[in-house]
Protein backbone atom coordinates (compact mmCIF):
# COMPACT_ATOMS: atom_id res chain seq x y z
CA UNK A 1 0.00 0.00 0.00
CA UNK A 2 2.81 2.30 0.98
CA UNK A 3 3.94 1.47 -2.73
CA UNK A 4 1.31 2.37 -4.50
CA UNK A 5 1.01 5.61 -2.63
CA UNK A 6 4.76 6.74 -3.43
CA UNK A 7 4.60 5.88 -6.62
CA UNK A 8 1.31 8.36 -7.13
CA UNK A 9 2.39 11.02 -4.98
CA UNK A 10 5.91 10.77 -7.61
CA UNK A 11 3.83 10.62 -10.69
CA UNK A 12 1.55 13.87 -9.40
CA UNK A 13 4.84 15.89 -8.38
CA UNK A 14 6.28 15.01 -11.63
CA UNK A 15 3.03 16.17 -13.51
CA UNK A 16 2.94 19.57 -11.05
CA UNK A 17 6.35 20.10 -12.37
CA UNK A 18 6.36 19.73 -15.68
CA UNK A 19 2.69 20.86 -16.23
CA UNK A 20 2.04 23.61 -18.55
CA UNK A 21 -1.48 24.10 -16.84
CA UNK A 22 -3.69 22.77 -13.91
CA UNK A 23 -6.97 23.12 -13.02
CA UNK A 24 -8.67 21.96 -10.10
CA UNK A 25 -12.35 20.77 -10.06
CA UNK A 26 -15.32 18.71 -8.75
CA UNK A 27 -17.58 16.45 -10.14
CA UNK A 28 -20.60 14.33 -9.44
CA UNK A 29 -22.23 11.85 -11.07
CA UNK A 30 -24.88 8.23 -11.76
CA UNK A 31 -23.38 5.14 -11.65
CA UNK A 32 -25.02 1.64 -12.60
CA UNK A 33 -22.84 -0.77 -10.64
CA UNK A 34 -22.73 -4.69 -10.75
CA UNK A 35 -20.92 -7.55 -10.01
CA UNK A 36 -19.04 -9.50 -12.50
CA UNK A 37 -17.40 -13.45 -13.06
CA UNK A 38 -18.78 -15.97 -11.20
CA UNK A 39 -22.33 -14.54 -10.07
CA UNK A 40 -25.81 -15.40 -10.98
CA UNK A 41 -29.37 -13.97 -10.59
CA UNK A 42 -27.22 -10.35 -10.25
CA UNK A 43 -28.52 -7.02 -11.88
CA UNK A 44 -27.57 -3.34 -11.68
CA UNK A 45 -27.29 -1.27 -9.12
CA UNK A 46 -28.09 2.68 -9.70
CA UNK A 47 -25.84 4.41 -6.90
CA UNK A 48 -24.33 7.67 -7.53
CA UNK A 49 -20.50 9.19 -7.15
CA UNK A 50 -18.86 12.39 -5.95
CA UNK A 51 -15.45 14.13 -5.77
CA UNK A 52 -12.63 16.16 -6.86
CA UNK A 53 -10.10 16.50 -9.53
CA UNK A 54 -6.75 17.86 -10.71
CA UNK A 55 -6.12 17.76 -14.38
CA UNK A 56 -2.79 18.35 -15.42
CA UNK A 57 -1.88 19.38 -18.74
CA UNK A 58 1.51 17.66 -19.70
CA UNK A 59 0.65 19.16 -23.68
CA UNK A 60 -1.58 20.35 -25.76
CA UNK A 61 -3.49 16.99 -26.33
CA UNK A 62 -2.17 15.04 -22.92
CA UNK A 63 -2.86 15.48 -19.53
CA UNK A 64 -3.23 13.42 -16.18
CA UNK A 65 -6.16 13.39 -13.92
CA UNK A 66 -6.25 12.27 -10.63
CA UNK A 67 -9.33 11.92 -9.01
CA UNK A 68 -10.57 11.08 -5.24
CA UNK A 69 -14.21 10.03 -5.54
CA UNK A 70 -16.90 8.70 -2.72
CA UNK A 71 -18.95 5.88 -4.90
CA UNK A 72 -22.13 4.08 -3.60
CA UNK A 73 -21.61 0.62 -5.46
CA UNK A 74 -23.06 -2.70 -5.30
CA UNK A 75 -25.61 -5.11 -7.08
CA UNK A 76 -29.62 -6.53 -7.01
CA UNK A 77 -29.83 -10.00 -6.23
CA UNK A 78 -32.74 -11.71 -7.03
CA UNK A 79 -34.10 -15.57 -6.44
CA UNK A 80 -35.44 -17.67 -4.19
CA UNK A 81 -37.78 -15.55 -2.79
CA UNK A 82 -35.35 -12.95 -1.95
CA UNK A 83 -34.93 -9.62 -3.52
CA UNK A 84 -30.90 -8.50 -1.78
CA UNK A 85 -29.52 -5.15 -2.43
CA UNK A 86 -25.64 -5.24 -1.94
CA UNK A 87 -24.78 -1.43 -1.06
CA UNK A 88 -21.13 -0.92 -1.09
CA UNK A 89 -19.39 2.25 -0.56
CA UNK A 90 -15.60 3.19 -1.85
CA UNK A 91 -13.40 5.42 -1.81
CA UNK A 92 -11.84 5.43 -5.36
CA UNK A 93 -8.63 6.75 -7.11
CA UNK A 94 -8.35 6.59 -10.52
CA UNK A 95 -5.01 8.50 -12.39
CA UNK A 96 -6.26 9.14 -15.88
CA UNK A 97 -4.34 9.60 -19.18
CA UNK A 98 -6.54 11.67 -21.07
CA UNK A 99 -5.88 12.26 -24.86
CA UNK A 100 -7.52 15.08 -26.29
CA UNK A 101 -8.25 14.04 -29.92
CA UNK A 102 -10.70 17.05 -30.86
CA UNK A 103 -11.39 20.53 -29.95
CA UNK A 104 -13.05 19.74 -26.46
CA UNK A 105 -13.60 15.89 -26.47
CA UNK A 106 -10.92 13.96 -24.61
CA UNK A 107 -10.65 9.80 -24.29
CA UNK A 108 -9.30 8.83 -21.44
CA UNK A 109 -7.94 5.41 -19.64
CA UNK A 110 -6.25 4.68 -16.65
CA UNK A 111 -6.22 2.32 -13.18
CA UNK A 112 -7.92 2.78 -9.91
CA UNK A 113 -7.41 1.87 -6.06
CA UNK A 114 -10.77 1.68 -4.61
CA UNK A 115 -10.66 1.21 -0.42
CA UNK A 116 -14.19 -0.42 0.61
CA UNK A 117 -15.66 1.67 3.77
CA UNK A 118 -18.72 -0.14 3.82
CA UNK A 119 -20.71 -3.05 2.70
CA UNK A 120 -24.06 -4.02 3.99
CA UNK A 121 -26.70 -6.42 2.28
CA UNK A 122 -30.69 -5.65 2.63
CA UNK A 123 -33.34 -7.24 2.27
CA UNK A 124 -36.71 -5.40 2.87
CA UNK A 125 -36.04 -3.39 6.06
CA UNK A 126 -33.31 -5.89 7.26
CA UNK A 127 -30.18 -4.58 6.89
CA UNK A 128 -26.53 -6.85 7.73
CA UNK A 129 -23.39 -5.41 7.68
CA UNK A 130 -20.94 -7.70 5.63
CA UNK A 131 -17.54 -5.89 5.18
CA UNK A 132 -15.50 -8.88 6.64
CA UNK A 133 -16.85 -10.70 3.95
CA UNK A 134 -14.72 -8.71 1.07
CA UNK A 135 -11.81 -7.39 0.11
CA UNK A 136 -10.75 -3.91 1.74
CA UNK A 137 -8.73 -2.82 -1.13
CA UNK A 138 -10.30 -3.02 -5.01
CA UNK A 139 -7.86 -2.20 -8.49
CA UNK A 140 -9.62 -1.42 -11.77
CA UNK A 141 -8.95 0.09 -14.93
CA UNK A 142 -10.99 2.86 -16.10
CA UNK A 143 -11.98 3.57 -20.32
CA UNK A 144 -13.82 6.47 -20.78
CA UNK A 145 -14.46 10.33 -23.01
CA UNK A 146 -15.31 13.59 -21.89
CA UNK A 147 -16.67 16.53 -23.31
CA UNK A 148 -16.40 19.89 -22.23
CA UNK A 149 -19.70 21.83 -22.83
CA UNK A 150 -18.28 24.82 -22.17
CA UNK A 151 -14.84 26.12 -20.62
CA UNK A 152 -15.16 25.34 -17.36
CA UNK A 153 -18.23 22.31 -17.72
CA UNK A 154 -17.08 18.81 -18.73
CA UNK A 155 -19.71 15.86 -18.96
CA UNK A 156 -17.77 12.08 -18.95
CA UNK A 157 -19.06 8.72 -19.46
CA UNK A 158 -16.50 5.84 -17.92
CA UNK A 159 -16.38 2.10 -17.73
CA UNK A 160 -14.50 0.69 -14.34
CA UNK A 161 -13.68 -3.14 -15.23
CA UNK A 162 -12.44 -4.47 -11.34
CA UNK A 163 -9.84 -6.49 -12.09
CA UNK A 164 -9.21 -8.08 -8.69
CA UNK A 165 -11.77 -10.45 -6.52
CA UNK A 166 -13.63 -8.70 -4.40
CA UNK A 167 -14.57 -11.64 -2.18
CA UNK A 168 -12.51 -13.27 0.45
CA UNK A 169 -12.18 -16.96 1.01
CA UNK A 170 -13.95 -17.74 -2.37
CA UNK A 171 -12.37 -20.47 -3.36
CA UNK A 172 -12.00 -20.31 -7.06
CA UNK A 173 -14.80 -18.25 -7.51
CA UNK A 174 -14.31 -14.68 -8.71
CA UNK A 175 -16.79 -11.52 -8.02
CA UNK A 176 -14.95 -8.03 -9.73
CA UNK A 177 -16.75 -4.98 -9.95
CA UNK A 178 -18.19 -3.10 -13.07
CA UNK A 179 -19.24 0.22 -13.14
CA UNK A 180 -20.74 2.85 -15.78
CA UNK A 181 -20.32 6.24 -14.88
CA UNK A 182 -22.03 9.27 -16.62
CA UNK A 183 -20.48 12.60 -14.54
CA UNK A 184 -20.36 15.99 -14.96
CA UNK A 185 -17.29 18.21 -13.70
CA UNK A 186 -16.86 21.77 -12.82
CA UNK A 187 -13.00 23.04 -13.53
CA UNK A 188 -12.32 26.16 -11.24
Do not use: C
Not at 28 to 49: C, H, P, R, W
Not at 70 to 94: T, V
Not at 137 to 142: A, E, K, Q, R, S
Amino acid sequence: MKKVILTAAAVFAFGFANAQETKFGVKAGLNMSNFSGDVEDNSAKIGFQVGGFAEIKISDKFAVQPELLYSLQGAKYSGEGDDLNYNFSYLNIPVMAKFFVAEGFSLEAGPQLGILTSAKVTDGNDSEDIKEFFESIDFGLNFGAGYDVAENINIGLRYSLGLSNIAKDSGDDKISNSNIALAIGYKF
